[in-house]
Structures are given as C-alpha cells and as structure tokens.
C-alpha cells in the first residue's frame, strides 16, 4: 500500500535566496524531471557560498534543509542511501515534502538478503523508482580473477580496492550526473565525520553540492523520527547488526561495542570507511588493476 504524503503547508520560516537561474523549457534538459544533459549548466557552489550556507544552516532542521535543497536543486538533487536508519530518514522527510524525489542506491554483488527485501518494501510503502547502480562487470571480473572474490581478507589496501569497485565507483558514476546529493552522514558515527557540515563542497566527486541534513543529529534521534513515522527498517537491525554493508563484511555488535564496530572487524587500525566520504590510499592494487584493465583492452 502506498501511503500519501503530507501535504505541503507554508513556506519554511527559514529562507536562503538561491542565484538567479535560466528557467529551461519543458522537457528540456535541466527542466523539473528532466536531469541535465553532458556539458550543460550546472548549479554549483563555490568556496564563499558553501562557507556562508553552512552557517546559514547550522541550526537548521533536516526537512528545512531538504526543502531548501529540493527547491533550488530539483531532478539535479538525489538521496543516497544503503536502507540504513539514516538514510531511510531522510527519504521519508524528502518524499513528505516532494514525492518525486530521486533515490539511488549501490548493488555491490554481496549485499545481504535483506537489504533487497528492505528495497522492496521502500519501493511498494513509497511508490518509488529506485535508482540501482552496480559494478563495472569488466573491472569486477578482472579484480575476482586475480585477487579472488574475497580479497578483502588480505589486508586493508585489499578491502579498499574491492570497496572502490563494487562501491565507490559505481556511486561516482551516479555524482556525475547531479549537481547534489543528501547523505545520512553524521558527526558521531567515527572520527573521521566528526567535522562534517550541513552543506559542503564534494572535491572528490566534482565538485557537486553535499548535503548533510543529519550532521548534529544522534542515532536516538533517527530512531525517534523512524519510530513516530512508521519508517521502513532494515531486518538486520533486530539481529544485532548497528551498521549494515556488504555481507561478509558486516557482523552483529555487541553491548559496549562502537556501532560501526561490526564493519571490516578483522582489521586493526583501519578506517572503518569504504571511501565514498573520504579519500583513501588503496596502495599498488590499485594501479595493478588498472594495468590489467588497460591490457585487457589492447588484447581485444
């Protein structure tokens, strides 16, 4: 059954002016629906405005940023979400204040059960056309064939070079066609999130707009607003799991045990990232890969 979104009362107290812009015609590229064609304009903040927005924005509420945000930057704005808590949060706020919201998501290949059947409820509670992306086959059969299918067991570099095929990759490939994105990210998930902002500049995916509305809310606060709207939950949550990712990679915690504890918990002294929100070295695999790739192309 879908259910009906909350109809859309007055304008938000809060109100950031948004640039002059070229109205596109309908169906044209850039018009609402229609995502922006290669080479066409982009709405993209620069250092000062990133800067003065995050401040704008400190205070503010996460549907207050995710109506701002959907009203500047329409089709050219998607949610990124693993149907984790978070994620599943913010895309019931996005879908109360725009139905049409976009949701894209990354099949790795060793997802869980239920992280699909999860995916099937969002899709039949929402009416929603879930954007999938998946690896390169090409790069995936290469990396298997001469790493094997679980080289994230042999060290660190290892596991972020699986991480960047089966996800980041394909999560770049998404960005490029954005000019932003809303993560669940927040500021007391692992120290390396512990400065995110509300709003910020994505170096690493070209520059598009990041959108953190969740930055200084607790997991009790997630909890609370998933509780009060009857919010879609991931099965794994009730079997111990507090952080939830590829199969073999992600293991119940216990009392006492940081959330992400359960990710990659064989390493020690690692980031517990994949790289998607930051940059990390995955050392000679990397360029191994990428040889292999090249000479796999001049022997066809």
Request: proline share 7%.
């Amino acid at each position: 059954m879908i259910h009906e979104p909350l109809s859309q009362g007055a304008p938000s107290a809060l109100s950031v002016p948004r640039p002059a812009t070229v109205s596109a015609a309908p169906g044209a590229p850039g018009a609402r629906g229609v995502p922006a064609a290669p080479g066409a304009h982009r709405d993209l903040l620069d250092e000062f405005e990133a800067g003065q927005l995050a401040n704008d924005f400190d205070a503010a509420t996460p549907e207050e940023m995710l109506e701002w945000a959907l009203a500047r930057w329409q089709k050219q704005l998607a949610i990124c979400t693993s149907f984790q808590a978070e994620g599943m949060a913010l895309f019931d706020m996005a879908w109360r204040i725009d139905p049409a919201v976009r949701l894209f998501t990354v099949d790795t290949g060793r997802l869980p059960q239920e992280t699909y059947e999860i995916m099937e409820q969002v899709r039949e509670r929402y009416g929603a056309a879930i954007e999938v992306h998946v690896p390169e086959a090409r790069k995936l059969e290469r990396m298997t064939t001469h790493f094997g299918p679980n080289l994230f067991r042999r060290s660190v570099e290892a596991r972020l070079l699986c991480c960047s095929v089966r996800k980041v990759e394909p999560i770049r490939g998404a960005l490029d066609a954005l000019d932003a994105w809303v993560t669940g990210l927040r500021r007391d998930q692992w120290a390396s999130r512990a400065n995110i902002r509300k709003i910020e500049i994505d170096h690493d995916h070209g520059g598009l707009a990041k959108i953190n509305p969740l930055a200084d809310w607790t997991a009790e606060e997630v909890w609370d607003y998933n509780r009060a709207h009857d919010v879609p939950v991931h099965p794994l949550y009730a079997r111990g799991y507090t952080s939830i990712g590829c199969m073999p990679c992600t293991r119940p915690t216990g009392d006492g045990e940081d959330p992400r504890a359960g990710r990659w918990w064989w390493e020690k002294n690692a980031p517990k990232e994949c790289g998607i929100h930051c940059p990390l070295e995955t050392g000679g695999l990397e360029h191994e890969l990428e040889a292999m790739l090249h000479g796999g192309e001049a022997e066809r």
